[in-house]
């Protein structure tokens, strides 16, 4: 059983009302404008969505009151010695990452009982999951066309359920304030989780390495980024996975989305 209201997150008031209505007592704060670049090319939409929104949301828990756990994201490092714990001091780079840390910081300060899960590079074989890097991965090779990957930027790749489950555990059955990392437990560059994806899929295809200069981006890019999970490790009964329980558990999902049971396996061939 659950109910939708849709609400701005830049009106406080429809936000207060929207949680006061489900009578809220726990609120997983998970909305933002993830488009990097678009945050790039339009800061005032992702200061509104990724401060404003925190902000909001974070005075309707206190209000309530209710406990809040508000997502972030790696972005708010700078990428220059990674992979990063969660004292570490952010340092971030361009809209979407400054933007994502004083939502942070806005969680942190207005809500008496809080905590900030931040997650990486997030993906889901799921019905309805929105495309991203690992599932561009699957449907480009399964078409036989190539796929670009940045040879030089680390990340910890996250699964969407895996993700969802630490945080939730975390909302709801600790009281844990501050924050926590709560991505995936392995740290490469993006060229071999797209090999990694590859593989698994059983999809022979070309994976094509790229360097962040050669690509003309509007946003800045943390290289050498990455999480560390130890404290999550040490806190949570859901535990990071590691980049291969997190691929069988997507290739079970994307199995299930597509109705196919079995993937032809056929070698893997990249430079």
């Known amino acids: 059983?659950?109910?939708?209201?849709?609400v701005d997150l830049g009106d406080?008031?429809?936000?207060?009302?929207?949680?006061?209505?489900s009578g809220a007592r726990a609120v997983l704060h998970a909305g933002a404008m993830t488009d990097v670049d678009a945050c790039e090319r339009d800061p005032e939409r992702a200061w509104a969505v990724n401060v404003g929104g925190s902000e909001q949301v974070a005075r309707a828990c206190r209000a309530l009151p209710a406990r809040l756990v508000a997502l972030s994201t790696d972005y708010v490092f700078d990428g220059e010695a990674g992979p990063?714990?969660?004292d570490d001091p952010p340092n971030p780079r361009g809209v979407y990452a400054r933007t994502k840390r004083a939502g942070e910081e806005a969680a942190l300060?207005?809500?008496?009982d809080r905590a900030v899960a931040r997650v990486a590079v997030v993906y889901s074989g799921r019905p309805g999951a929105k495309a991203t890097f690992a599932t561009q991965i699957v449907e480009k090779l399964s078409r036989g066309?190539?796929?670009?990957?940045?040879s030089d930027q680390l990340v910890s790749p996250t699964l969407a359920g895996n993700a969802a489950e630490m945080t939730l555990e975390l909302l709801l059955e600790t009281d844990y304030q501050g924050v926590l990392h709560a991505s995936g437990a392995t740290v490469l560059d993006r060229v071999e989780f797209a090999r990694r994806v590859a593989r698994r899929f059983g999809l022979a295809g070309e994976i094509v390495?790229?360097?962040?200069?050669?690509?003309?981006l509007p946003a800045p890019r943390p290289l050498r980024g990455g999480l560390t999970v130890d404290r999550a490790r040490r806190l949570l009964k859901a535990q990071p996975l590691a980049i291969e329980g997190q691929l069988d558990r997507f290739f079970a999902e994307w199995s299930r989305r597509t109705g196919r049971s079995r993937w032809t396996r056929a070698r893997w061939s990249g430079s």
Do not use: D, H, I, Q
């Open 1 to 6: 059983g659950f109910a939708w209201a849709e």
């Open 12 to 21: 406080g008031r429809s936000v207060l009302e929207a949680l006061r209505a």
């Open 84 to 86: 990063y714990g969660e």
């Open 109 to 112: 300060l207005l809500a008496p």
């Open 145 to 150: 066309e190539p796929v670009k990957a940045f």
């Open 209 to 216: 390495p790229v360097r962040t200069a050669e690509v003309n």
